[in-house]
């Protein structure tokens, strides 16, 4: 269902926003620096932010979420010239989506159910699953930029940010695929 005053998007929006501002960032890192690669950064992020305000007549919840950490961390990398704060955003992130993942279980509220109902018809038992696992891995990929940005030099910690963490997001859910099919549910009720 679609929200009122807002409209389809183009294929191509999703990704480009999602995406867009990490090659703008792997870029201008490559050929300038960390410090002109963050606000390269922060300005792709606020193009992504108004494309889809654009284009959807909204801003879309998750997308805004990271934006606003982009905004704090990015800014504070720059104004106090120091990389710890870029390096610390996808911890934040990624913590920020596993609390909200874990504690709304405990909470018995469904988030990502919440967010991905439209896209998936899962059993009740599969959302909890599904859910359950999402929180978790959030929770390893937070711990494990830590150890990366804390441990490794700013070369290394950039290819992992971005080609480390989106390779192992893509193969968590690919391996969710068999939970997925197992629990899928025929009825259209699935969403909330």
Known sequence: ???????????????????????????????????????????????????SLFFLRRL????????????VFGGLT??????????MKPTIINALFA??????????????RMVLGTALALTETGWRQLTLRCGLFFAAMAVLNEVVWRTQSTDVWVAFKVFGLIG????????????IARHRSESSDSAP
Do not use: C, H
């Not at 005053?5 to 960032?25: C, D, H, I």
């Not at 279980?105 to 990502?112: G, M, T, V």
């Not at 997001?169 to 939970?179: D, E, S, Y």
């Open 168 to 179: 192992l997001t893509f193969v968590f859910f690919l391996a969710q695929a068999p939970l």
């Open 60 to 71: 879309p919840l998750m997308p805004l979420v990271t934006a606003a950490v982009v905004g």
């Open 99 to 112: 609390v909200l993942l874990l504690g709304g279980l405990a909470a018995r509220r469904n988030l990502l």
């Open 1 to 51: 269902m679609q929200a009122p005053g807002s409209r389809t998007a183009p294929r191509w929006l999703k990704p480009a926003t999602e995406y867009g501002p990490l090659a703008v960032f792997l870029a201008v890192y490559a050929g300038a620096g960390l410090m002109p690669a963050t606000a390269a950064l922060l300005a792709a992020t606020a193009v992504g932010l108004g494309l």
């Open 78 to 87: 720059l104004w106090l010239q120091d990389e710890t704060f870029i390096k």
